[in-house]
């Protein structure tokens, strides 16, 4: 695996390149095939009314702190705000009338699920964030959404994984493919997802099925519009990042973030707040605290927690002094351990280090 400079920066080129065309759908999509895209936009409205309730519903979503704290990241990401990373140059346009889902390769009863079969199992909801293992210190390409789907282990159990198979290996139909450890499914809530906030899944998020795997960045996991699970081995393939030198496997790792103030931003003399968000998926988040010009350690008050997975908002309220100031924020996870200060570029596996502004008052 050749992890060089150039080889760092054309993977990081790679990974982003798609940011500033999110939304370019251009019209050179096959037009047969389960590709066709009139009549899945089509299909897509119709479904808008039909996707079923989750037989296990999450309770009522609490009071958002950001709704007094202007600047500061809503509970949950508004699908139209979620951010999008994959390689798709078009979205796939899926006729959900042709499309199906396949479990096999080193299982003992190979399955297809047509879209109707996935409804018709239990639905149940889960609040996870989601997050790209290229996103840098205090960037955005990481939001939080109720999902609603299957159960993975549920699928992949009917279909009997043999016992030297080690890998969750799904393709979808921009030509993606992720893998990550089958000893992952340990019991946590990881789906294939049909609905995204109160709605169909989103198109453009991967409609019309796709994975969330809690605890997982997207590239090793987030499979959307997928078409296909395979039970494999590590040691046959590998997804489509791993070649490209990022790790071949993905916990998403602690961050903290700010969001208001913004950086290099003038804010009036006197109390405000400073306010972001901070997650630790994989064991949750203890603490957050903010520190000005060097000053103590504040603690901050943490918003609600919606599941193990999900970030935490928190905020502190800062009497701002005429001046330039410098602004850092770690977090502290369950365990107890402090967010590191070295500073880890996201190649191979997930940045590292703690987000500072400037602003002046
Ligand atoms: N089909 C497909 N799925 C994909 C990708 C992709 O390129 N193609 N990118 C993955 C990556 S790297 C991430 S971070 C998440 C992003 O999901 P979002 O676009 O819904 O935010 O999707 C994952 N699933
Ligand atoms: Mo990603």
Not at 129 to 149: D, F
Not at 244 to 252: A, D, E, H, K
Not at 279 to 288: D, H, R
């Amino acid at each position: 695996m050749n992890s060089g400079q150039s080889n760092r920066k054309k993977n990081r080129r790679d990974f982003l390149k798609i940011l500033g065309g999110g939304g370019v759908v251009a019209s050179s999509l096959l037009a047969s095939g389960p590709i066709a895209r009139a009549s899945a936009s089509t299909a897509f409205q119709k479904l808008q009314n039909v996707l079923p309730k989750a037989k296990k519903r999450l309770p009522a979503l609490p009071v958002d702190p950001a709704k007094s704290i202007p600047g500061l990241s809503s509970l949950i990401t508004p699908n139209t705000d979620f951010y999008r990373i994959d390689i798709a140059s078009d979205i796939p346009a899926i006729d959900v009338s042709r499309w199906t889902l396949k479990i096999h390769g080193m299982v003992k009863k190979p399955i297809t699920l047509t879209y109707a079969d996935l409804l018709k199992r239990p639905l149940f909801e889960l609040d996870d964030t989601m997050s790209c293992v290229s996103n840098p210190v205090g960037g955005i390409y990481i939001g939080n959404a109720r999902w609603l789907g299957c159960r993975l282990d549920d699928l992949i159990k009917e279909a009997g994984p043999l016992a030297n198979a080690d890998q969750v290996f799904s393709t979808s139909q921009d030509g993606f493919s992720a893998g990550f450890p089958l000893s992952v499914l340990d019991g946590r809530d990881a789906m294939v997802a049909v609905g995204m906030n109160g709605q169909v899944l989103p198109v453009k998020n991967g409609y019309p099925a796709r994975l969330v795997v809690p605890g997982l960045y997207g590239y090793v996991s987030a499979t959307k519009w997928i078409s296909d699970i395979e039970i494999t081995r590590f040691d046959i393939k590998q997804g489509y990042w791993i070649s490209n030198g990022w790790s071949r496997l993905g916990p998403i790792k602690m961050e903290s973030r700010i969001d208001t103030p913004r950086h290099l931003q003038e804010v009036k003399i006197g109390p405000t707040h400073i306010a972001g968000v901070a997650w630790a998926p994989n064991v949750g988040i203890k603490a957050v605290q903010v520190q000005v010009d060097g000053g103590a350690w504040m603690p901050a008050t943490l918003g609600p927690q919606l599941s193990g997975t999900t970030w935490r908002q928190w905020w502190v309220k800062w009497n701002a002094t005429s001046g330039r100031h410098k602004i850092t924020v770690r977090a502290i996870n369950a365990k107890g351990e402090v967010q590191s200060a070295g500073i880890v570029d996201p190649l191979p596996n997930g940045a590292e280090g703690l987000h500072t502004i400037d602003v002046t008052a």
